[in-house]
C-alpha cells in the first residue's frame, strides 16, 4: 500500500480545517504586497462609458482609483459588456467597440499615471514593476462577433484578451446557462461547428476562452475543443451555492487537469445558497453573503483541483450585492488576512491572486507563438 495518497489527503485537510491564527496587519500588508492581484472580470466599464470618472473616490459603486490603490490590485480584466438586447437590436459590434474603448480612453489614457494597457503576462509585470495598475480587455458576449471571425480577429487587435462565449443569452453558435430553460430559445447541444471555429480561431490569436455564463454542454465542447487552457473569468462552485451559472466538481476538476482556472465570483447569489434561494424567491430582502463564503469557495476548489486551479473574478460593478467584508475593490486586504488565517501560505495567496493567471496566460500565448511559425 502507497502512503502517498494518505499523505497528501492528510496535507490537504490540514490546510483546509478551520484555522484561528492571529494575523498582523503587517502581515496581510506584506503578503498582500508580494502579489500581483489581478482580477479577472469587473464591469465598472458600464460606468465609465456614461462618464463615471474612476479616478475620483466615489461613494456608490465598487471601483475607483483610489479604492483599486487601497486594496492593492495590480491588474483587472475590464468587461466589454455586451447586453443580450444588443443582438436583438443588431448592434453588437457598436456596443462592443464602445466597450474596448472605454477602456482604452477613459480609463488608460485618463489616467495613464495610474494605468497602462496591457496584453501579455509580460505586460502585466511590467506595469507592476512601474507601480501602475495593468488594465486589460475581456469581451463579454460571444454575440459581440455577429457571427464573424473578421470580427473577432479585428478585438484582438484593439486589445481583447479574453472573450466569454456567451452571456445570459444564447446565441447563433454556443448555447448559455442563462436560458436553457426559457420555452422557445433555439439551442443547440452546446456549440455548434461554427462555435467550434470560433475557439480554434481563439486559440490562434492567443485569447482566452472563457466559459463563465455558458451552458454544461458547451463547456464540455469547450474544453475539448481548445488546444490552449481555459478559464472561467468570474464563476463560482455549483457545490456550494446551485446555481447553473457555477461550475460542477466534475467540471472544476478537468478545467484543472487542463491548465485552466476558475476565477471566484463575489456575486452573493453565486457564493451564498441563502442568498440564491431568497433571490429565486423574489425575496425583496436578499441575505448578503459574508467574505467567509468566498474563502469557502477558494477553500472548495483547492480541495478538489488544487491551489493551481483558483483565481480572482470578482464581478464587482456588474453585480447588485457583494459580500459583507468584500463590498469594494478596497477589500481585499480583508480576503488576504482571512486565507492567512486559514493557513494558506503567502506563495499559496500568490498563485491564487494573480500567478495562476499568469501562467495560464503564459500558455496561451505558447500556443499561439507556435501557430504562428
Not at 27 to 46: C, K, Q, Y
Not at 75 to 93: K, L
Not at 166 to 175: E, I, L, R, S
Request: with cysteine; aromatic share 6%; glycine share 8%.
Amino acid at each position: 500500500m502507497s502512503w502517498k495518497p494518505l499523505w497528501t489527503g492528510l496535507l490537504a485537510a490540514a490546510l483546509l480545517a478551520p484555522q484561528s491564527r492571529t494575523v498582523s496587519d503587517a502581515e496581510a500588508a506584506r503578503v498582500g504586497r508580494s502579489a500581483i492581484l489581478i482580477d479577472t472580470h469587473n464591469d465598472v466599464t458600464s460606468r465609465t462609458l456614461q462618464g463615471f470618472d474612476i479616478g475620483r473616490r466615489a461613494s456608490t459603486g465598487h471601483t475607483d482609483v483610489p479604492r483599486l490603490r487601497e486594496g492593492g490590485v495590480g491588474a483587472v480584466f475590464f468587461a466589454a459588456y455586451v447586453e443580450a438586447a444588443c443582438a436583438r437590436e443588431h448592434r453588437s459590434a457598436h456596443r462592443a467597440l464602445e466597450m474596448i474603448d472605454t477602456v482604452r480612453h477613459d480609463i488608460v489614457a485618463r489616467y495613464p499615471g495610474q494605468f497602462m494597457l496591457a496584453t501579455t503576462a509580460d505586460e502585466i509585470e511590467a506595469a507592476h514593476r512601474q507601480g501602475k495598475i495593468a488594465a486589460l480587455i475581456g469581451i463579454e458576449g460571444g454575440h459581440a462577433i455577429e457571427d464573424s471571425l473578421r470580427l473577432l480577429r479585428g478585438y484582438y487587435l484593439l486589445g481583447a484578451r479574453y472573450m466569454t462565449l456567451t452571456h445570459v443569452n444564447t446565441n447563433a453558435w454556443a448555447d448559455s446557462s442563462g436560458d436553457m430553460d426559457q420555452p422557445g430559445v433555439a439551442h443547440h447541444n452546446g456549440l455548434t461547428d461554427f462555435g467550434r471555429q470560433v475557439v480554434r480561431e481563439m486559440n490562434r490569436l492567443g485569447m482566452i476562452v472563457d466559459i463563465s455564463h455558458v451552458a454544461d454542454k458547451t463547456f464540455w465542447d469547450a474544453l475539448a475543443a481548445s488546444r490552449a487552457p481555459i478559464f472561467a473569468s468570474h464563476s463560482s462552485c455549483r457545490a456550494l451555492c446551485n446555481v447553473p451559472r457555477n461550475m460542477t466538481d466534475e467540471m472544476i476538476v478537468a478545467l484543472a487537469k487542463k491548465g485552466g482556472v476558475i476565477q471566484i465570483n463575489f456575486n452573493c447569489e453565486f457564493v451564498s445558497q441563502k442568498s440564491a434561494d431568497a433571490k429565486r424567491a423574489g425575496k425583496p430582502a436578499m441575505p448578503r453573503a459574508t467574505l467567509d463564503d468566498v474563502v469557502a469557495h477558494i477553500d472548495h476548489v483547492v480541495r478538489i483541483a488544487g491551489v493551481d486551479a483558483v483565481g480572482i473574478g470578482s464581478d464587482f460593478d456588474g453585480v447588485e450585492c457583494t459580500p459583507v467584508g468584500l463590498a469594494d475593490v478596497s477589500e481585499f486586504p480583508h480576503l488576504t488576512r482571512a486565507l492567512l488565517a486559514k493557513g494558506y501560505s503567502a506563495e499559496d495567496i500568490r498563485k491564487i491572486y494573480g500567478g495562476n493567471t499568469l501562467r495560464l496566460m503564459r500558455a496561451v500565448e505558447k500556443i499561439a507563438a507556435a501557430e504562428r511559425e
